[in-house]
């Protein structure tokens, strides 16, 4: 079945770590996003990357960096720059094959730090 | 910029209550409008969609109109059941491609037997 892998589901760092999260999906969507949840803030756009090898800042970049060497992955890294890591992270993809939007949520991993 | 405004929660309501979970959006263009659902843990899985004025989206149950003159694109149901406690998200995406989706800040929903 096609969908969006996120992984670990949880995941627990240091102070002063970095720590990478994953996202892989099958569905051929050009377009993949990275999200953070807060509780009472919604989600906000930390990256974003409509094509390989291209990606954009979002409204919240600071204090992470991603990659996009292959169209099925876009991995997420938390730096130590990012004062406030501990939140709900999700990712997704989307596509206008046909001309029909279509976007694709993965099931999230939830860092924290300790 | 482009925003989606929510009515604020925790909406708690008994089983076989109509819903109404408010959504208001700022945009330069011409959005298309969703509701999103988000249950305990898991990501968000659309409800519906509309792409222009006066479009309904529905979807088991629940449905929203895109109201272009007050801006609005407000969840309704007529009926809810405990299955639908979960936290609502309503989103804009500008055309054309693939652009982000903007969210709302998101209404919980509590539904009690």
């Known amino acids: 079945d096609g969908g969006i892998t996120q992984s670990p589901k949880y995941l627990f760092r240091k102070e002063g770590q970095n720590v990478t999260l994953s996202c892989e999906q099958n569905l051929n969507h050009d377009a993949m996003y990275w999200y953070r949840q807060d509780p009472g803030q919604g989600l906000r756009l930390i990256y974003y990357s409509q094509i390989v090898n291209d990606f954009q800042k979002g409204d919240i970049a600071e204090g992470y960096s991603v990659s996009r060497e292959k169209k099925e992955s876009f991995p997420l890294t938390v730096t130590s720059a990012q004062k406030n890591p501990t939140a709900f992270y999700l990712c997704?993809?989307?596509?206008?094959?046909?001309?029909?939007?279509?976007?694709?949520f993965g099931s999230g991993t939830r860092l924290t730090v300790v | 910029g482009d925003s989606v405004t929510q009515m604020e929660g925790p909406v708690t309501l008994s089983e076989e209550a109509f819903l109404t979970i408010n959504c208001t959006y700022t945009a330069t263009g011409y959005p298309s409008l969703f509701w999103y659902v988000q249950y305990p843990g898991e990501g968000l899985q659309l409800l519906l969609k509309a792409t222009k004025a006066d479009d309904k989206g529905s979807n088991k149950g629940f449905e929203a109109t895109y109201r272009k003159e007050t801006t609005s694109f407000h969840l309704e149901k007529g009926s809810v059941q405990v299955s639908d406690s979960a936290v609502y998200f309503c989103?804009?995406?500008?055309?054309?491609?693939?652009?982000?989706?903007?969210f709302g800040k998101g209404t919980r929903l509590s539904v009690i037997a």
């Open positions: 989103a804009l995406k500008i055309p054309p491609g693939n652009t982000p989706l903007v």
């Open positions: 997704a993809s989307s596509s206008t094959t046909g001309g029909a939007f279509g976007y694709t």
